[in-house]
């Protein structure tokens, strides 16, 4: 068995039972000597392994040289942490960490029933595992008692209080006995970490394990330029070129998560959903679909996914671009854990590249660009997979060898083989043919593309404050068409006419349907001949009242508030027409 300096021989057991042979460099800071008993504040980044870190680091503490706990009345160590899922995902690191201590757990988690909770804590349990709210909710109603706390333990810190969890915070270590050790883990530590750590731990000592800044050597990243409309089937290319055991599609709203999982179930992907809206129990469903190999996709929102660890994750995918340098560590630190190998790729529409280039430098991560794989180049990596299956090199036991000369007394090789390959493509989807990212050279003014041109007309117009910055987008989603695709637009008061490449003209009504609907009260009609523009004038001179700078409008025409008249007297002084009146009703009353 492998030996683990400074590691409570209890806790080393477990981790050459688990098959550990070397720790993480977080694993062997929290060890050193002088952190033994000491308040700390750690930096380190995603899937670092700090679970196992500070379980280690809180052990003396809690066992006080003993192999296993005694029975406690009273809580001795508390673990917060930001979501449902991490907590529980820690309380699990820890069941087999601890196994050889004899050590009981409670969970405190919004979702799950008080009731429960209340009875696991009565009963007796050396380590507490929760989320801020329902740990508050509990030391309020008196079913947690804190007094006996030698370690409390806050993950993802930064998390926290960007969740707004700040006052939770404060009260549970308010609430907690004056001499606790406090760990906070983090992977920044901002202002508000550090004030944090300054205000509740005594003469913490600072751990920064590797540089904040710096890219994970684990993940490859790539950033794949689609066309604005093209996501979803960009989306679904990569998931079947990567062909992952585990791949997380990471979206920025619930909405977005709903639509997506449809999608892809829709093209035969074993996909679950993981956002706020779900109870706890089919959060919990989801995670374990994605374990045991039922689920191979999961789609989720940022809080949703935050700290979860699945084992097998080999694809992250933005299909949102993150909004920050934090989110986007966070996500793409969901693969390339604990020494593993990921993926992380970014679908980036090609009118979003300067800004997604300028958040990959923030994060220091370099990227390599591309085009997201095209069907040709997925049935070609299918190919491939399919000749390296190791199912055609593995040795045959005694029964397949006399199955395999049973059918190949009925079936000649090449019908044998190509059963093979039909099983093997059967439940893989359709690779989807993708739309050109932009234009590889800027386009000249005189367009040769649009000499014989097709005009449409789209049941909007003027008075319906129709603008090209709205329809352009509408009309390439709506019929799987690029802004290239699209020439002049006339808007007219209660119609526009839009201009189409010939060459798009027969895909675009297709997509569209018979009803010729592009939105819930838009039509699109198709013209026989290039539109007459007429003049409006009343249109123009409505438009012109409304904006009082428009050309051909003088001063003269302008309205102006009627001015008070005045009366000039013989000395010289102005006097107000209507302040006589005034003070003879004065006088009057």
Known sequence: MTEFEGVASALAQALGKHGYSTLTPVQHAMLAPELTGADILVSAQTGSGKTVAYGMSIAPTLLAGADRFQQTRVPLALVVAPTRELALQVKREFEW????????????????DMRDERRALQRGAHIVFGTPGRLRDHIERGSFDTTGLQAVVLDEADEMLDLGFRDDLEYILHAAPKDRRILMFSATVPK??????????????????????????????????????????????????????????????RATVN??????????????????????KERTHALQAMRDGRARVCVATDVAARGIDLPNLELVIHADIPKNREILLHRSGRTGRAGRKGTCTFIVPHNWRKRTERLLSSANIEASWAKPPSAKDILTRDHERLLSDPSLSEPLTEIEKTIAQEILTRYNAEQ????????????????????????????????DDFKDGVWISVSVGREQNAEPRWLLPMLCRAGHITKSDIGAIRIQPRETFVELAPHC????????GPGAKIEKNISVTRLEKAPVVKQDSRSDKLRREKNPFAPGKSGAQKKSKPKRKFLQKPEGKVENKNAGNKTKKKNKG
């Not at 490859?220 to 990569?238: F, G, H, S």
């Not at 093209?267 to 809206?277: C, I, P, Q, T, W």
């Not at 003209?505 to 569209?512: A, K, M, P």
């Open 416 to 447: 044998v083989a190509a059963a093979f390959v039909r099983k093997h493509m059967r439940d893989q989807a359709a690779p989807e043919e993708l739309l050109d990212a932009a234009p590889s050279e800027k386009q000249q003014r005189m367009r």
């Open 97 to 112: 960490l601890y196994e050889m201590t004899g050590a009981s757990y409670a969970s405190c988690v919004g979702g799950m």
């Open 192 to 253: 508000s970490i550090a004030s944090l750590a300054k205000r509740y731990q005594r003469d913490a000592v600072r751990v920064a394990v590797t540089p904040e800044q710096k890219q994970h050597i684990d993940i490859e990243y790539r950033a794949l330029t689609i066309a604005p409309n093209d996501r979803e089937n960009a989306i679904v290319n990569v998931l079947r070129y990567f062909e992952a055991k585990n791949s997380l599609v990471f979206c920025s709203t």
């Open 259 to 280: 639509h997506m999982t449809s999608r892809l179930n829709n093209r035969g992907f074993s996909v679950v959903a993981l956002s706020g809206e779900l109870s706890q």
């Open 505 to 512: 003209v027969e895909q675009f009504l297709d997509v569209i």
